[in-house]
Structures are given as C-alpha cells and as structure tokens.
C-alpha cells in the first residue's frame, strides 16, 4: 500500500514543479503579473511568503527556515504514516498532502517563498490564489477529515 502513497506523492511532486516551471520559465508570468484564461479565472503572479492562503507571513530568513523546519517535520511525519497506513483510500489522501508539502518546501528553499498562480474569483469575490500543490493538500486533507468523519471505524477489542 505505502508503494501507492509515495508513487502518488512522487506525481503530485512533479506535476506542482512543472506546472511552476511553466508559469515562470515559460509564461513568465512574474512579469506578466496577470493572464486571463476564462471567466472567473486567471493566472496571477504571487509571491507567498506565508503557509497556506498566506497565513502566518513569514518574512525574512528566520521565519522562512522555520517554515521550511516545520513543513519538514510535517512532511516526514505524514510519509512514516503512509508506511503505517492499511486503508487504500486514506493512502491516496496522504499521498497527495506529501506531495504537496514536498513540493512548497522545494520553492521555499529555492526562492524563499511559494510560487502560486491560480487564481479564483466570482465577480468582484477575489479567492485565494494557488497552486499544483495547495490543490493536493486542500484535497487530501478533505478526503481524511470526510472518511474520519463517515466512515465508520470497526471496535477495537478491549
């Protein structure tokens, strides 16, 4: 089973660094700043110095290697749960946090900040902007707090 978490976190990983690739080798959307695609729905150049929807700024080199530390730390945590973990379904999940987790460090360290480029928006409501990897996480930390919550765990003997 952790064969599947880690070849999931492995796509996850590459998909998030080609599509960042692509928006900034390609595209160039940093000096871009901003391409339309549909209604409701651009490419916008962020600069995210903060964790998740850019909460938790972390400017300067002290709080981005703390980051880095602890997204680390978190990282390793959920791949020695992959090992451990039995359920098909919750293996997917992790392996799509790990994934993602993996590949914001890479741009963490590498720019000292996360590329993000997707951008949601309804009229004048503005959504956080994201990316490859934000997308994973979002969607595998939902897919563990949906089976924790509707998926009935069988009684432990006691």
Do not use: C
Request: aromatic content about 12%; cysteine-free; proline content about 3%.
């Amino acid at each position: 089973m952790r064969r599947l978490g880690y070849a999931i976190a492995v796509l996850v990983f590459v998909l998030d660094q080609l599509a960042k690739y692509w928006v900034t080798a390609v595209l160039d959307l940093r000096d871009r700043g901003v391409v339309p695609l549909v209604r409701g729905f651009d490419l916008t150049w962020v600069e995210n110095t903060g964790v998740s929807m850019g909460l938790f700024r972390a400017d300067g080199d002290l709080g981005r290697w703390l980051l880095v530390g602890v997204t680390l730390a978190i990282a390793a945590g959920v791949a020695v749960w992959i090992a451990r973990e039995a359920s098909r379904p919750d293996t997917i999940a992790l392996g799509l946090v790990l994934g993602g987790a993996l590949g914001n460090i890479v741009d963490r360290v590498r720019y000292g900040y996360v590329v993000d480029f997707f951008h949601a928006y309804w009229h004048d409501h503005h959504f956080y902007v994201f990316n490859v990897a934000d997308a994973a996480i979002t969607v595998g930390v939902i897919l563990l707090l949906v089976r924790a919550a509707l998926v009935p765990q069988p009684a432990k003997p006691v």
